[in-house]
């Protein structure tokens, strides 16, 4: 079993800034990668990032490219997601997940996730 939890989230200023952390504990694969999707209310939830097992190379979904950034440190278990320049529209509960699939956007190849951390970006 693997437990992940997210922290970091809060209330923000549009053009402001956060970052959510997302930390992982108990079984670890040999090696996996770690995504970031979000859900606004009423909708569905939606890819954001990925990041690979070394951390080494990211992908997003093209709403966030350009000020979003995910990373990883290997040796805390932890995955962040720096978001800068947030728009109002950026508003959702954010979950990380972690998938034996290779930096997937499709939700359903994420075998773990966490609770999820609420961003609310006021106007």
């Known amino acids: 079993q693997v437990q992940l939890v997210e922290s970091g989230g809060g209330l923000v200023q549009a053009g402001g800034s956060l970052t959510l952390s997302c930390a992982a504990s108990g079984r670890t694969f040999s090696s996996y990668s770690m995504g970031w999707f979000r859900q606004a209310p009423g909708k569905e939830r939606e890819f954001v990032a990925a990041v690979d097992w070394p951390g080494s190379s990211a992908y997003y979904t093209n709403s966030v490219k350009g000020r979003f950034t995910a990373s990883r440190d290997i040796g805390k278990a932890t995955v962040y997601l720096q978001m800068n320049s947030l728009k109002p529209e950026d508003t959702a509960v954010y979950y990380c997940?972690?998938?034996?699939?290779?930096?997937?956007?499709?939700?359903?190849?994420?075998?773990?996730w966490g609770q999820g951390t609420q961003v609310t970006v006021s106007t």
């Open positions: 997940a972690i998938s034996q699939a290779t930096m997937t956007v499709f939700a359903t190849e994420y075998d773990y």
